[in-house]
């Protein structure tokens, strides 16, 4: 699914950086909003003018190491400040689309911490926000911005692998249980998104099955697949129960395979491994070749990915251009978790995202 995006005429031809701050305030310290400080503290893109909780220890604490920063327990006091133009929130998933909605009605610019919302249709009520009132919205898909990412997505996009045949992702450690998401919601955004970022489609159908091991009514483990129109299938095994941190991913692919693992030394390595079925010299009769070939482990430079998409965040307000982590992929992202969702409320059966998909009005529909 296309959406169309509020891109109002540029009144500018300045380079990214070379315009003036964007004044922005932060809502929500939890485990995420205090590295949405630092950044935006560190971001020659943007001012940071204040933080929002209601948790006095907590900005007691931002207070100390940032002390020019103004505090307040109040939201309301981020709204109706005319010093504040955007917002960005790192709040519990259910108070997304409230906070978010009430900033866009302020008249502030949005960023919000993956998922966009907890429903598609909360996600499109905030994309018709952003359209009626002229503002960004962006959903944080932090891994976008990672230089292993892109440089897989350059060697996809550009078909070096062939034709690919399936994905593997294993994105699990022990904890951070949440009490109001499930392992779905919490981590499956970043795998989702990924996928999304590299094959540049939504897959048409999803499985999946899950359990709650700890809390019964939460599932903190789940086995999810996904297929796409092309025939591609990927595998996501999502949990918070592991004994160890693992990021990896396998992409295997008809020339060359490759492996992703944000966790190691090297992130990034591409195979040239493959398998060849030759014609068949008689009837019944198939020959397999096999080829190992060299492992290339790319050099990449080293960047903050948060950095990156808090530039970017600015960029998209001051320059009137789509952020890569744009509102069209945090709303097809929702919909794949609510996909998954469903599939787990129907035993695992098989659920057609394209169904879905027309269910979206109309007006916000390609």
Not at 37 to 54: F, H, I, M, T, Y
Not at 152 to 158: E, G, H, K, S
Not at 275 to 283: G, N
Not at 285 to 307: C, F, N, Q
Request: net charge negative.
């Amino acid at each position: 699914m296309a959406m169309d995006v509020y891109l109002p005429a540029s009144t500018s031809h300045r380079e990214p950086g070379r315009y003036a701050p964007v004044r922005v305030a932060v809502v929500g310290l939890g485990y995420w909003g205090p590295n949405l400080v630092r950044n935006l503290q560190e971001c020659g893109s943007s001012e940071l003018v204040a933080v929002c909780d209601k948790r006095v220890d907590a900005l007691e604490k931002i207070g100390r190491r940032y002390p020019a920063v103004k505090m307040t327990t109040d939201l309301a006091d981020i709204l109706e400040s005319d010093e504040i133009e955007a917002v960005a929130i790192a709040t519990p998933v259910a108070t997304h689309h409230p906070i978010a909605a009430a900033a866009l009605r302020a008249g502030k610019h949005v960023f919000v911490e993956k998922p966009l919302a907890f429903s598609t249709a909360e996600a499109l009520d905030l994309a018709r926000l952003s359209d009626d009132h002229e503002r960004v919205l962006m959903p944080g898909h932090t891994f976008l911005y990672s230089p292993p990412v892109n440089w897989v997505r350059d060697i996809v996009q550009t078909r070096q692998m062939g034709e690919i045949y399936f994905i593997s992702m294993s994105r699990v450690n022990l904890g951070l249980h949440q009490s109001d998401a499930s392992v779905a919601w919490d981590l499956g955004p970043h795998d989702f998104s990924i996928l999304h970022y590299w094959l540049g489609e939504t897959p048409r159908y999803v499985s999946a099955a899950s359990r709650g091991c700890i809390m019964p009514s939460i599932a903190d483990v789940a086995f999810i697949t996904l297929e796409f129109e092309s025939g591609m299938m990927a595998h996501v095994e999502l949990s918070w129960l592991a004994p160890s941190k693992l990021r990896r991913t396998t992409i295997v692919g008809s020339e060359k395979m490759l492996v992703y693992d944000d966790t190691s030394n090297e992130p990034v390595r591409l195979f040239d491994s493959g398998v060849v079925m030759r014609d068949p010299e008689s009837f019944g009769e198939y020959k397999l070749s096999y080829r190992s070939g060299d492992i290339v482990s790319p050099h990449l430079d080293a960047a903050e990915p948060l950095l990156l998409e808090m530039t970017d965040y600015c960029d998209a307000i001051r320059l009137h251009q789509r952020p890569r982590s744009s509102r069209e992929l945090g709303i097809e992202v929702v919909r794949m978790i609510e996909g998954v969702d469903r599939s787990l409320a129907a035993g695992g059966a098989r659920v057609d995202l394209l169904e879905m998909a027309d269910e979206i009005p109309a007006a916000l529909a390609a």
